[in-house]
């Protein structure tokens, strides 16, 4: 398995509070992404990261921000968790060049719930 | 329309026959395609990716790629019953780099012993 982690893995909030999903990662990847899994719509892109400091917004950004501070890390945030926001959250890496640069491999996942 | 769209099943194929998955996609100019497995409660794992035309073979599994047709398919063959999972095909919609990685929404397989 590629060195990916993420903390909590499992988090059960309530509808307001401020939310902050770690992703870590061991392989000096310059890219990271978060996703969100909901049955329906698949694996959906929320924001991205191409470097230190370096993000951008994708598919289902709104209500969610990003940080980057260190190659290893990137965070995921709900400033404000809205039941809407219930669903699986999946860090993903890549690699910076090569042929494969462009193969996305996947953390464990987060299972968030907010009543 | 969907950029990425997958049949999503269940398929059921016995055990030892071929698994035959298909996917199509909007963008012409996509030039990535990939194909995840996905078994319940775990996170997708990158089983192949194809970047020509034509057929690439690992192990049991072959990916095929027509753009002319803008559809990508995933053969397994000798299906086994640890090859029941939700698999993905997945596309990135330009060259213009890898930040847009579009994603079906599965086909579920059932490999019936």
């Known amino acids: 398995d590629a060195g990916i982690t993420q903390s909590p893995r499992h988090k059960v909030t309530e509808t307001g509070t401020p939310v902050t999903l770690r992703c870590h990662q061991t392989e000096n990847h310059r890219y990271m992404y978060w996703y969100r899994q909901d049955p329906g719509h698949g694996l959906r892109l929320i924001h991205y990261?191409?470097?230190?400091?370096?993000?951008d917004k994708g598919e289902v950004s709104d209500g969610y921000s990003v940080s980057r501070s260190k190659t290893e890390d990137f965070l995921l945030t709900l400033e404000s968790a809205t039941s809407s926001q219930t669903s699986v959250y999946f860090c993903a890496i890549s690699e910076s060049s090569g042929r494969a640069s462009d193969e996305q491999f996947f953390g464990p996942g987060t299972r968030l719930t907010v009543l | 329309q969907k950029e990425v769209e997958q049949n999503s099943g269940p398929l059921s194929v016995p055990e030892g026959a071929i698994a035959s998955l298909n996917c199509t996609y909007s963008?012409?100019?996509?030039?990535?395609f990939f194909w995840y497995r996905q078994y319940s409660g775990k996170s997708p794992e990158l089983i192949m990716s194809i970047y020509s035309n034509g057929d690439k073979e690992d192990g049991r599994f072959t990916a095929q790629l027509n753009k002319a047709s803008q559809y990508v398919s995933l053969l397994i063959r000798d299906s086994q019953p640890s090859d029941s999972a939700t698999y993905l095909c997945?596309?990135?919609?330009?060259?213009?780099?890898?930040?847009?990685?579009?994603f079906g929404t599965g086909t579920r397989l059932t490999i019936i012993p």
């Open positions: 997945a596309v990135i919609p330009s060259d213009f780099g890898n930040e847009k990685l579009t």
């Open positions: 963008d012409r100019v996509s030039q990535s």
């Open positions: 990261s191409y470097g230190v400091k370096d993000t």
